[in-house]
């Protein structure tokens, strides 16, 4: 069910393992996303698309995002900040983009 109707809603995962998208399980260097299995609590009616995001290109934003900052962060919130930064290169009109960093263990 929607509760925004202009907002858009993006899941991540690495393209080096694009389950939810329909492709295979995979080894990717992206920790906090991608586990391999679609989860069963997923409900894929609020999922407007998937983007995939490569190891390479996770790890570059990592790299930057250490020489400009003291505060460390995780892989996998780097991954969706990848997803968020390429969202632009998409074109379209004045946009807002925010990423959500969910706690993996609060689904437990």
């Known amino acids: 069910m929607r509760m925004c109707a202009i907002a858009q ?5 690495p393209s080096e393992s694009p389950v939810l998208s329909g492709g295979k399980p995979g080894a990717h260097k992206i920790q906090g996303i991608g586990a391999g299995f679609v989860p ?3 409900d894929r009616s609020v999922i407007d698309e998937i983007m ?4 390479f290109d996770s790890r570059s934003l990592t790299v930057q995002s250490q020489e400009n900052s ?3 962060v995780c892989p ?5 900040a990848a997803a ?8 379209g009109d004045d946009r807002c983009a ?3 960093h969910g706690d993996a263990d609060a689904a437990r």
Do not use: D, F, K
């Not at 996998?76 to 969706?80: E, L, T």
């Open 9 to 13: 809603v993006i899941g991540v995962e």
């Open 76 to 80: 996998g919130c780097i991954a969706r």
């Open 70 to 72: 003291t505060r460390p």
């Open 40 to 42: 069963g609590i997923l």
């Open 98 to 100: 925010c990423s959500w």
């Open 84 to 91: 968020v930064r390429a969202l632009p290169q998409r074109g």
């Open 52 to 55: 995939t995001v490569s190891s």
